[in-house]
């Protein structure tokens, strides 16, 4: 076991016991390549009902599919549980000793269900007028690389505003990038699942990867 995954054991056991049973801390270790398998240590994990060797979240595949040089620590951002718990989360980047590869993520979820629950309350108190705020929402919290495809299709179509079976080539393109951009096909098999999904072969799939490459390469120069 490396230095670096020992220190970050002792950081996590110690913010555990600092916040308390609402605070989860998790470690994924992405220096063995094992992606169904990311979750090295995890305190407190029945905030989201995981355990050490469960997969990664959406931000593991984002991780391995950018370059390094542009992540930066993601901090109080809001995720959602499968049974509805709101959680405010933040991720840091654990990069090599010559920086050019994240070796871990250490991520913290604070269940904020019942702090919502009272603010909430007090705001319906201390309100004088009808406000609207639209947030942004939380990412669902997954516990195999399976529910992660599920849950980027999901979104995909959802950002289209249509089903795949009504969408269009250059609709089909955009959520093929999307999912794309997501780090998606770092997934085993997940060029069949979909290829399948979208009603499109793995030919013209591949060829709508590719087209979204051009494009980007086009933007670069």
């Given at each position: 076991?490396?230095?670096?995954?020992?220190?970050?054991?002792?950081?996590?056991?110690?913010?555990?016991?600092?916040?308390?049973?609402?605070?989860?801390?998790?470690?994924?270790d992405l220096e063995k390549h094992d992606l169904e398998h990311s979750i090295v240590?995890?305190?407190?994990?029945?905030?989201?009902?995981?355990?050490?060797?469960?997969?990664?979240?959406?931000?593991?595949?984002?991780?391995?599919h950018r370059d390094p040089s542009s992540l930066k620590d993601h901090l109080g951002y809001l995720t959602k549980t499968a049974n509805g718990?709101?959680?405010k989360s933040s991720t840091m980047y654990i990069r090599s000793e010559d920086?050019?590869?994240?070796?871990y993520l250490l991520s913290i979820n604070y269940d904020i269900t019942?702090?919502?629950?009272?603010?909430?309350?007090?705001?319906?108190?201390?309100?004088?007028?009808t406000q609207t705020d639209i947030k942004q929402q939380p990412e669902p919290?997954?516990?195999?690389?399976?529910?992660?495809?599920?849950?980027?299709?999901?979104?995909s179509v959802a950002m289209i505003g249509?089903?795949?079976?009504?969408?269009?080539?250059?609709?089909?393109?955009?959520?093929?990038q999307f999912l794309n951009d997501a780090g998606a096909f770092l997934i085993t098999k997940s060029g069949d699942k979909v290829s399948k999904y979208f009603g499109i072969s793995?030919?013209?799939?591949?060829?709508?990867?590719?087209?979204?490459?051009?494009?980007?390469?086009?933007?670069?120069?």
């Amino acid at each position: 076991m490396s230095y670096t995954l020992d220190l970050l054991k002792q950081m996590a056991d110690g913010l555990a016991r600092q916040f308390g049973p609402d605070c989860e801390i998790v470690i994924h270790d992405l220096e063995k390549h094992d992606l169904e398998h990311s979750i090295v240590h995890i305190n407190n994990g029945h905030v989201t009902n995981r355990q050490e060797g469960d997969g990664p979240s959406k931000v593991v595949l984002e991780t391995l599919h950018r370059d390094p040089s542009s992540l930066k620590d993601h901090l109080g951002y809001l995720t959602k549980t499968a049974n509805g718990k709101i959680l405010k989360s933040s991720t840091m980047y654990i990069r090599s000793e010559d920086g050019n590869s994240i070796d871990y993520l250490l991520s913290i979820n604070y269940d904020i269900t019942g702090l919502m629950t009272i603010d909430r309350s007090i705001k319906a108190l201390i309100d004088t007028e009808t406000q609207t705020d639209i947030k942004q929402q939380p990412e669902p919290i997954v516990h195999n690389v399976n529910d992660l495809l599920d849950t980027l299709i999901e979104q995909s179509v959802a950002m289209i505003g249509k089903p795949a079976a009504l969408m269009n080539k250059e609709e089909k393109v955009a959520a093929i990038q999307f999912l794309n951009d997501a780090g998606a096909f770092l997934i085993t098999k997940s060029g069949d699942k979909v290829s399948k999904y979208f009603g499109i072969s793995k030919f013209t799939l591949y060829s709508y990867i590719d087209v979204n490459s051009r494009k980007a390469d086009d933007k670069k120069a």
